[in-house]
Structure formats: C-alpha cells, structure tokens
C-alpha cells in the first residue's frame, strides 16, 4: 500500500513539475512579446488596445502560474499533504481558475492572430520563410496593402491612396518590420501552446476533462 502512494506521489512530482516548466516558459515568451510589441505592426483594426490589455493580463496570469507551479513542486517535494489542503480549500480552486481561464484567453487571442497573420502572408503568396528572410519591394507593397484592408475591411483602393498620402497608412513597411512581427507570431504560437498544454495537465481543460469522464 505505501508503495502505491509512493508512486502516485512521485506522479504528482512529475505533473507538478511539468506544469511549472510550462507556465515558466509561457511566461517569458508572455513578456518577451508585450516588451517588444511596439515595433511590430498592428493588423487588429481598433482592437489593438483591447489585444494589448490582454496580453498584458495573459503574461501576468502565467507569471502568477509559474510562480504558483515551481512553489507546489518545491513543496510536492518536501510537504506534499501542504498541496492536498490547498486543492482543498475553495479560494484556492477559485484563484487558480480565474488565472487559467485569463491565460487561456490571452492565448487564444494571441493563436487568433497568428492565424490572421499567416492568412495574410497567404493572400499575397508569402510563406513565413520568406517573411523571415527578407521581401523585395513589390512584394512588401502588396503585403501592406492588405494589412490597411484587414485593419479598417471594406476601404477602397482610392482611400488606401488617400491615407498613404496624408502619412496615415504605411505604403511599404520594411522588411524589419515584417520580420519583427513574423517572429511575434511565432513566439505568440508558441506561448499558446505550452498555455494550453499547462491547463491540460493540471488546470482548467483537465478539470472540464475529469468532470466530461466522470459524467461519461
């Protein structure tokens, strides 16, 4: 009998362990997004703002987790009836809901934009390589075109005009630009996905998990 709950502890060990790796490692992709989102280009229409705040709200989420998940692991180790009370207690199921669903949210806005980025490099024929290395200036044009269309859909060509003339809308971002928000996507699809690996293992998606089984 003790040897079972050995093991199972040394389950928990490792699920603990994992999910703090996870939330650590979505937390520096978190910040290191929000820190350097000013050079990358915005194709979010008037809900830049509202994309900004949650960003902001996802990475602070997964700091709170990565802090939550290496203190459970520490104590799994040392004190591991400290994480049985805990589990036990409604204020902390309620806290660690409301943080994963927050970090689940920024990352599914986060994979929603990616999605809309390589959609647009798609429309123009573009691969993510290529935005990567480098476009020559046609290719660029045609690329910030598209970007003014997705952020303000149903303009015309003569307005798109009108706008790059007042300085309103970039005629041709760089090719920094372009690489700087490629690479933001990246690291944002990245991010999300250890996010919802980390609520997999031990969060709100492996509670609704249990809850459709145990129902099953």
Avoid: H
């Avoid at 509670?207 to 089984?213: C, E, H, M, W």
């Amino acid at each position: 009998m003790s040897e079972v709950k050995a093991n199972q502890r040394e389950s928990e060990m490792v699920l603990e362990a994992a999910g703090a790796a996870l939330s650590c490692g979505a937390m520096v992709l978190g910040w290191v997004v929000v820190l350097t989102s000013g050079a990358a280009i915005s194709f979010s229409g008037g809900a830049s703002s509202v994309l900004t705040v949650i960003a902001y709200g996802a990475a602070s989420a997964s700091t709170a987790q990565c802090i939550n998940g290496v203190a459970r692991t520490a104590i799994e180790a040392n004190n591991p009836e400290w994480n049985d009370m805990l589990d036990s207690q409604e204020w902390y199921q309620n806290a660690t809901l409301a943080i994963d669903v927050v970090s689940i949210g920024g990352a599914s806005a986060a994979g929603l934009m990616t999605i809309r980025g390589i959609k647009l490099l798609n429309a123009q024929g573009i691969t993510v390589k290529e935005a990567l290395k480098g476009l020559n200036r046609q290719q660029r044009k045609r690329l910030s075109k598209e970007i003014a269309r997705s952020n303000a859909p149903g303009i015309s060509n003569t307005m798109i005009k009108f706008f790059e003339r007042a300085g309103q809308i970039e005629k041709r971002w760089s090719n920094q630009a372009i690489r700087t928000t490629t690479l933001r996507q990246l690291k944002d699809a990245i991010g999300a996905s250890l996010t919802f690996a980390g609520s997999a293992l031990g969060g709100s998606i492996r509670s609704i998990a249990v809850a459709v089984v145990a129902e099953e």
